[in-house]
Every structure is written in structure tokens, then in C-alpha cells.
Nanobody, 115 residues
């Protein structure tokens, strides 16, 4: 059974930084795609950043230039470096991975940006 476990969320002041991590366990298959999504109260879940097995990344316009997605394929881990955080970045952040045509989600980690 594949499990994704996120870590690194928390409370940060505007302009601050956080790094999220997500590690997958329970599968030795190659991960096709890794990504981060977020959901704020009263809003739908939205894509933040994704990265393919080949290393191609894609970002939401709202985070371009501030967030960086990276991965360590040997550790089945994806990271999200978030800089210059804004109050509107406050949300639950979810890790998503596609393994053998199946989509898996983590349980989410709360990121709160507030002074």
C-alpha cells in the first residue's frame, strides 16, 4: 500500500520561508509525476507545482518566482521550497504522486502565513 507523508508546514510571518517534504513508501515502482496542491478554506484544491520523472516542472502563476519544486528520486521524496510567503498562501498543502497510473495523495500539512 502506497503512503505519502508530508512534513514541514507551520506558522510563518509574511515574507518568510518554509520547505515542505513528502516521502512515498510502499512501492518500488518508478514515480511518473510528483506535485503539490493546496486548498484554502472556501476554495477548491488547486495545483501549486508539479515535476515529472524527466524533471520538467510547472508552477501556478501565483507562486512563480517564489516557490521551487524539486525531487530526490532515490528517496522517493518531493520538496517544495516556499520563499516570500504571503497571507494568501495560507492553505492545507497536499502532496500528490502518480505511480503506475494510480494517483496517491498525502494527508496534507497546514501552512499559515500571518503576522
Amino acid at each position: 500500500q502506497v503512503q505519502l507523508v508530508e512534513s514541514g508546514g507551520g506558522l510563518v510571518q509574511p515574507g518568510g520561508s518554509l520547505t515542505l517534504s513528502c516521502v512515498a513508501s510502499g512501492s518500488s515502482a518508478s514515480i511518473f509525476s510528483m506535485g503539490w496542491y493546496r486548498q484554502a478554506p472556501g476554495h477548491e484544491r488547486e495545483m501549486v507545482a508539479t515535476i515529472t520523472r524527466g524533471g520538467n516542472s510547472n508552477y501556478a502563476d501565483s507562486v512563480k518566482g517564489r516557490f521551487t519544486i524539486s525531487r530526490d528520486t532515490g528517496k522517493n521524496t518531493v520538496y517544495l521550497q516556499m520563499n516570500n510567503l504571503k497571507p494568501e498562501d495560507t492553505a492545507i498543502y497536499y502532496c500528490r504522486m502518480i505511480i503506475l497510473l494510480t494517483t496517491y495523495w498525502g494527508q496534507g500539512t497546514q501552512v499559515t502565513v500571518s503576522s
